[in-house]
């Protein structure tokens, strides 16, 4: 199992430089392939990363000397990086790979397992030296690479380590979770997970200092520091939110062995122009995509349910369906006389995480289940609720 850490560094002024330096060479590497390889291909040949490579270290002392005052991974992997990326583009997995910006793309550039090293809160990079590490290594095992990036004002190296498979732990216990926007996630236990909306509550900061930025003069010092300081908003309700969604996936995946939860479509709802920046700011894709692999390390299985299985319409003790509810009723009352939950009001988000688990638990043959309504021509074509 391979597994990252991403570590802040603590460099001084001169590693700071370095980096810059190293990263601009690697994205100048990165374009100085894209053209030759468009040209080839344009030409009728079939470019690989080993003949870019090899063409451009015959020129390279001649034209490009100053790529040496960096490590040489820094003007090395860009070609198999553009390999990889052309690989995903003509499986149709991503687009074209494009020309890198200084000003817009991400400065970064990679370390093989044998160009650094590690010791003591500090990592050792050629011809550089020794630069200060936040914390240690956490993980133990064979180090694959590493690669160094900057985000705001703050680099980072994020080192991959080849550990131990983890022994898997018999969780018997199943949950239903249904995610929305007014409450993150509720369990079919009755817990509940608050959407703490950190793009919502910092929307004020975040366009006070955009409008700051665009009233500096294109190309001053003061507009690259006002630049920096959206930068560095961003980066902190990305920190916000994925603290709580790790800490989130991670007690769950530890806690049960079947979670079942709603197969979404992220795309169409995103559409949604009253609500596509409330769907972006809770990140529901990162939460299914977090508690899918922690859950699968665990030895666990999540079972998504059918986009179009109406859980927020049917009643959990008997299946009544509630064909008029709308976004605004948010208790779900039984009208079947001969249920227990008859005239009993229940929380709408709890009604369907119960409803979830229990079509989870129908898909994988633990029970057997008939919903009524639940296969009809009706509803295939019922719109996802996620009030």
């Known amino acids: 199992?391979?597994?990252?850490?991403?570590?802040?560094?603590?460099?001084?002024?001169?590693?700071l430089a370095y980096f810059s330096q190293a990263a601009g060479i690697s994205r100048f590497t990165w374009?100085?392939?894209?053209a030759e390889w468009n040209r080839h291909y344009e030409a009728g040949e079939k470019p690989t990363a080993f003949k870019l490579k090899k063409?451009?270290?015959?020129?390279?002392?001649?034209?490009?000397?100053?790529?040496w005052d960096v490590?040489?991974?820094?003007?090395?992997?860009?070609?198999?990086?553009?390999?990889?990326?052309?690989?995903?583009?003509?499986?149709?997995r991503a687009q074209r790979p494009r020309f890198k910006s200084k000003k817009k793309s991400k400065p970064s550039f990679y370390l093989a397992n044998d160009q650094f090293e590690l010791k003591d809160h500090h990592v050792w990079i050629p011809k550089l030296g020794w630069v200060n590490l936040a914390e240690n290594l956490r993980f133990k095992g064979k180090i694959m690479g590493a690669r160094v990036t900057k985000k705001a004002d703050w680099w980072f190296i994020s080192i991959t380590v080849d550990?131990?498979?983890?022994?898997?732990?018999?969780?018997?216990?199943?949950?239903?979770v249904d995610v929305g926007l007014n409450r993150l996630a509720t369990l079919s236990t009755g817990e509940e997970c608050e959407n703490q909306a950190f793009l919502k509550t910092n929307l004020k900061k975040l366009r006070q200092a955009n409008k700051r930025q665009h009233r500096r003069t294109p190309g001053s010092k003061n507009r690259e520091k006002?630049?920096?300081?959206?930068?560095?908003?961003?980066?902190?309700?990305?920190?916000?939110?994925?603290?709580?969604?790790?800490?989130?996936?991670?007690?769950?995946?530890?806690?049960?062995?079947?979670?079942?939860?709603?197969?979404?479509?992220?795309?169409?709802?995103?559409?949604?122009?009253?609500?596509?920046?409330?769907?972006?700011?809770?990140?529901?894709?990162?939460?299914?995509?977090?508690?899918?692999?922690k859950v699968e390390q665990?030895?666990?299985?999540?079972?998504?349910?059918?986009?179009?299985?109406?859980?927020?319409?049917?009643?959990?003790?008997?299946?009544?369906?509630?064909?008029?509810?709308?976004?605004?009723?948010?208790?779900?009352?039984?009208?079947?006389?001969?249920?227990?939950y008859h005239l009993f009001s229940q929380d709408r988000d709890h009604n369907a995480g119960q409803n979830i688990?229990?079509?989870?638990?129908?898909?994988?043959?633990?029970?057997?289940q008939v919903v009524n309504g639940s296969s009809s021509d009706e509803d295939a074509n019922l719109p996802v609720d996620l009030g």
């Open 71 to 92: 490590t040489k991974n820094a003007s090395d992997q860009p070609f198999f990086d553009l390999a990889k990326a052309f690989t995903a583009f003509f499986e149709k």
């Open 31 to 34: 374009n100085w392939a894209l």
């Open 357 to 368: 688990l229990r079509e989870a638990l129908h898909l994988i043959g633990l029970i057997d």
């Open 163 to 176: 550990i131990p498979d983890e022994v898997p732990q018999k969780r018997p216990a199943a949950v239903g």
């Open 55 to 67: 063409q451009f270290t015959a020129i390279r002392r001649e034209q490009f000397p100053w790529t």
């Open 226 to 293: 006002a630049r920096q300081q959206v930068a560095r908003l961003h980066y902190r309700i990305t920190c916000k939110r994925d603290d709580v969604l790790q800490k989130l996936t991670t007690r769950l995946a530890d806690c049960y062995g079947i979670i079942g939860i709603e197969d979404l479509h992220l795309k169409g709802l995103l559409k949604n122009r009253s609500l596509a920046r409330s769907f972006s700011d809770a990140a529901l894709g990162k939460l299914l995509d977090l508690l899918t692999s």
């Open 1 to 15: 199992m391979i597994k990252a850490h991403k570590i802040r560094l603590h460099p001084t002024p001169e590693q």
């Open 298 to 340: 665990r030895g666990g299985q999540v079972v998504k349910v059918g986009r179009f299985f109406p859980s927020t319409k049917l009643c959990h003790g008997c299946q009544w369906k509630w064909d008029e509810i709308t976004l605004a009723d948010r208790v779900f009352v039984c009208q079947n006389p001969d249920c227990a």
